[in-house]
């Protein structure tokens, strides 16, 4: 945003700067910047002085966060629906109003427990005296029609059918018929307003009277003779003015109108007669002219040669010229106004009836099929199929043999083409789409061997996009063809046809004519003449079917072995992942649940997240601690340091200097420690016994792998105190006054284990298992403390803290905590919680938590704000 605050449009200085800020940030920077935004937002909106004008400011700027956040990333604005509902209901402006109620439109669900408190406010509007409070309470309804509003404002919709205001009456219409979607029974009342709306003034009350009209017919109460009746009168009244090319927007619904219910000759008189008067009006009156032609292919061909003969004209030659203009929209509207008229009357190829075009005319149409718009070559084929479907069939035999044109764009098309040729010639022939496919694939691949043919990623997607939007019965008998086309071995299947059967069979193997052991058979015996492209795709896919199979074929596994003697890494890996997962049913149908559809795409990516926790599931071996200089032990003294274990960020205020004490002498593991005066020592009551100190997190910074420290007094957990970190005699003493020391108020008792030993059995627990084992139950948040400080509140809650530097995996760059209450039990998930941190600039940072203990989440939630 190169503009200055004053030409920028934004609605505040915020609002100006949010928007700068998210066009100068990464994608991933955007989104944390637009979450920790919202949750400013969300504590503005606690405020008791909160003023009407910074609640439309917050609500706007939640919806810009909301909307431009990257996909996949979920916000919750829920929160700020009662402050929308109230700025609509108490707001002094109407655009204090129009952003409560778009709030709300956009953020509430239709069954939310909010919409009664909704409908009074629309309710209080439209008995409102102003226009423009009515306006916007209507906008609401059409924008998100809700059947609990019919009760409460049916008789007052039913007044503003007549009220004074053309923009009221309009919205008014709109509003009944898009809550006549939701209970038909609305419009039992209103049959006569609507014919009066249908003849009013103004030309948008009609046209919306005419959206109407039609749901009456749809419902029965309106008869579609008099239906009609009404539209042949409206078409007349408003074709005796003549409007303008610019100003036939009511005159192409009307004709539209018409046209669904079949137009009658007077009707169709009417159309020639502008089809005339328009034609020459430019691209004005393309849209009109279309339309027209629409109207004449809903009619009968002896219906249009009588309307032709009292007319004196012809339809195609009013349009003729439009083929020699240089404009793709023109030739468009020209070759579908071709098609829209039955070939007998222009073509030739009836006696009675001469042809229209001359032969360079034709020469031209014949042209339009290299030419560059996909739609208008598309729309040429299926004329020429319309007129003469030989024409078509020698322009398809012409392709095969690679004998088109380079097209006008100077590109090698030729499979587009045939593909667009091949929907035209078998139309709604499933099965002949599916055996011309496998020959214009072979023709568009060559001849040579399977191993080096490229895979046609066009074709792939073309195929795939085809099958999705056809109907369930062209859908079923192409599948049919092709999946049979596997299991026969005088059929060959190339390396792109294979691409797109391995998506089918994934997504659609509920429709095969064939088992899935003989799909599995037929794959199988093809796998080896593939590149490792398609073999890697069959791969995934025969394991897919497999989960359909009782039991793999043992002809099917040796296959796979086979391949995974000669293969490279990856593959091997894959047929590793075939062998063991389809011997291993439950972990395949865990497998196959855990996605979203049933796609090949989704099924990989559940592989794949399925083998890196089976990666991560066993226990990672004891990480010793690093060499490092000996610490010297010093009685506890109040610090105003910041401890964090973040090695880059470490903040020490001025320690005191620790008062010297003797050092500590190396003692066998199995026997007690004394002190050196031979007495025992005893736990020392000091209230800094109940916190982690600056020494121990310095300890664990150093480590490879941070690790939890018990933040609770032994006695009150009933767990190990943090040991005492034994020291060498050989070492010369460190100086008295040692800025990073252990600060343990931790005495030593028997056999206690060394802290080396301790850190490495709790590293063993993996955070990303933790993790992901807590899928429900999370949280974000941002949090004003800085790291350090969110660090001691987490400490404060006397559980054991488990934590991970910001330089090891997974979340580089967060520091990563798991809050728990018993290290050894890794089952239960009672008491345990994961939270990242990440830090920002400004000494604060954002946090993510997954928890399902409710009580501890809500504990940690109270504890980060």
Known sequence: ???????????????????????????????????????????????????????????????????????????????????????????????????????????????????????????????????????????????????????????????????????VKRRAVLAFHK????????????????????????????????????????????????????????????????????????????????????????????????????????????????????ALAASATDVLSDVQTKTGMSFIKEIRHLLTVNDANALYVFICSLSSVDPKLWAGTSPGYPAVLEEWEVERVMKLLEYEDRLIRKQTLRTLWIVDQSIVQGYYARALQGDLPVSAHGTDDNLPRLLEILDIMCGDDGEAYAHQLKNALKVAEGDSPLNRRMVLQEAVEEMLTRIHAADSTWRSGCIGVLFTSVIDKDSEVGPTLMVILTALCC??????????????????????????????????????????????????????????????????????????????????????????????????????????????????????????????????????????????????????????????????????????????????????????????????????????IPTSSPRQTGLSPLPIVQILDEEPPMPAADLIALDSPFMSEPAAPSIASTLSSIVEQDFETTWNALESGAARGWCESSMDAVLRKLQGLQRMLRVTERDRPPFEGDLKIVICTDPADHTSKTGVAAIRLKESDDDSCLWWMRCEDEALRNIIKATLR
Not at 37 to 56: A, G, M, P, W
Not at 273 to 284: C, D, K
């Open 1 to 167: 945003m190169d503009v200055p605050f004053s030409s920028s449009g934004a609605m505040s200085r915020a609002h100006y700067a949010l928007v700068r800020k998210i066009e100068t940030a990464t994608p991933q920077a955007a989104d944390q910047i637009l979450l920790a935004e919202v949750h400013s937002i969300r504590n503005q909106l606690t405020r008791s002085t909160l003023t009407l004008k910074q609640c439309k400011e917050c609500l706007i700027l939640l919806l810009y966060c909301s909307m431009a956040v990257n996909a996949g990333v979920h916000v919750d604005l829920e929160f700020a629906l009662p402050h929308a509902i109230n700025l609509a209901e108490a707001g002094q402006t109407i655009q204090d109003k129009r952003t409560g109620y778009l709030f709300c439109a956009e953020v509430m669900p239709a069954e939310h427990e909010l919409q009664l408190m909704l409908v009074n406010s629309i309710r209080k509007d439209l008995e409102s005296p102003s226009v423009s409070r009515i306006c916007l309470a209507l906008d609401t309804l059409i924008q998100s029609p809700s059947k609990d509003v019919i009760p409460a404002m049916q008789s007052r919709l039913h007044d503003l059918l007549s009220y004074n205001s053309s923009d």
């Open 179 to 294: 809550l006549s979607e939701l209970d038909s029974d609305i419009l039992a009342d209103i049959v006569n307003k609507t014919r009066k709306r249908l003849h009013d003034s103004d030309e948008v009350v009609v046209s919306a009277a005419l959206t109407l009209a039609r749901s009456l017919v749809n419902a029965r109460y309106l008869a579609t003779d008099k239906y009609h009746d009404i539209l042949s009168e409206l078409l007349r009244s408003l074709w005796s003015r003549r409007p303008s090319p610019s100003n036939t927007l009511l005159l192409a619904k009307i004709v539209q109108a018409i046209t669904q219910i079949k137009p009658s000759s007077d009707d169709l008189q009417v159309v020639a007669e502008m089809i005339h008067h328009y034609s020459r009006a430019g691209s004005a009156a393309y849209a009109i002219i279309y339309q027209c032609f629409r």
């Open 507 to 708: 997504e659609y193997l509920e429709l095969s004519p064939i088992s899935p052991i003989e799909l599995l058979r037929g794959l199988a015996g093809r796998l080896s003449s593939y590149s490792a492209s398609v073999q890697d795709a069959t791969l995934v896919t025969m394991l897919r079917v497999s989960a359909a199979t009782d039991e793999v074929p043992q002809e099917v596994t040796q296959s796979v072995k086979e391949l995974h003697e000669g293969s490279g890494r990856h593959l091997r890996r894959r047929c590793n992942q075939f062998i063991t997962l389809s011997e291993s049913r439950d972990a395949l149908k865990r497998v196959i649940s855990s996605t979203h559809s049933s796609s090949l795409p989704e099924f990989v990516m559940a592989l794949e997240k399925y083998e890196a926790e089976q990666q991560r599931a066993p226990s990672r071996s004891p990480v010793l601690l690093p060499s490092s200089p000996p610490l010297k032990p010093h009685t506890p003294e109040p610090s105003s340091s910041r401890t964090s274990p973040v090695p880059g960020k470490l903040r020490y205020a001025a320690y005191e200097p620790p008062r010297p004490t003797q050092r500590l002498r190396r003692m066998s593991s199995g026997s007690s420690r004394h002190s050196d005066d031979g007495g025992s020592r005893r736990s020392f009551q000091d209230p800094m016994s109940m916190t982690v100190t600056p020494g121990d997190l310095t300890i664990a910074a150093q480590t490879s792998d941070l690790s939890s």
